[in-house]
Nanobody
């Protein structure tokens, strides 16, 4: 059973940066595809970006493309979401999620078997 724990959220001004971390335990993290989702107040949870188990393929939502970058460190059993040029509309609870080895990045949340508890990101001046 894989357990995921996010950290790194907080309050940041528009235009600022944050890096979220997702620490995995209880499984062989290196063979899981990883993704980040977010849920803003009053809205449904949405896909932000994901990376395949190999790290060779990444895919991002149009709203964050060019600003957000996902990376993973297999030795550390961790994944990261680097967020640059943050906007007020990026305010949300951010979740990391994982599912078994696949050559494609899934965008539907029902494809993901494991979820973290979420970390709040607030973009405000």
């Amino acid at each position: 059973q894989v357990q995921l724990v996010e950290s790194g959220g907080g309050l940041v001004q528009p235009g600022g940066s944050l890096r979220l971390s997702c620490a995995a335990s209880g499984g062989t993290f290196s063979v899981y595809n990883m993704a980040w989702f977010r849920q803003a107040p009053g809205k449904e949870r949405e896909f932000v970006g994901g990376v395949t188990w190999s790290g060779r393929t990444a895919y991002y939502a149009d709203s964050v493309k060019g600003r957000f970058t996902i990376s993973r460190d297999k030795a550390e059993n961790s994944a990261y979401l680097r967020m640059n040029n943050l906007k007020r509309e990026d305010t949300a609870v951010y979740y990391c999620a994982a599912h078994g080895k696949s050559p494609v990045v899934e965008v539907a949340e029902d494809k993901y078997d494991y979820w973290g508890q979420g970390t709040q990101v607030t973009v405000s001046s």
